[in-house]
């Protein structure tokens, strides 16, 4: 069992940044590959970026590659995503995921694990 907490979520206008985190606990952290989704209204769950288990492969789609950046630090048990030059368009919750021994996914259904969400909403 892996716990997921999401943070860093908020308002900020068009063209600024923020940073998510998610922290994990409970088992072997280098031991998943780790996704970033998100959910707007009345939309299905997007996929937004993973990072392989060791942190040398990411994957971005393509809507938010050159803006957004995927890390990881498995000795602090955390995932990051740092967001620039949001837009409007990319006002969702963020979900991070975990899915165990495996290499990088882009598909919600293959993840094990997630958190609970944190809001992102950027005002035009």
């Known amino acids: 069992q892996v716990q997921l907490v999401e943070s860093g979520g908020g308002l900020v206008q068009a063209g600024g940044s923020l940073r998510l985190s998610c922290a994990a606990s409970?088992?072997?952290?280098?031991?998943?590959?780790m996704g970033w989704f998100r959910q707007a209204p009345g939309k299905e769950r997007e996929f937004v970026a993973a990072i392989s288990m060791s942190g040398r492969s990411t994957y971005y789609a393509d809507s938010v590659k050159g803006r957004f950046t995927i890390s990881r630090d498995n000795a602090k048990n955390t995932v990051y995503l740092q967001m620039n030059s949001l837009k409007p368009e990319d006002t969702a919750v963020y979900y991070c995921a975990a899915d165990y021994l495996s290499a990088i996914d882009d598909n919600a259904k293959g993840y094990h694990y997630w958190g609970q969400g944190t809001q992102v909403t950027v005002s035009s």
């Open positions: 409970g088992r072997t952290f280098s031991n998943y590959a």
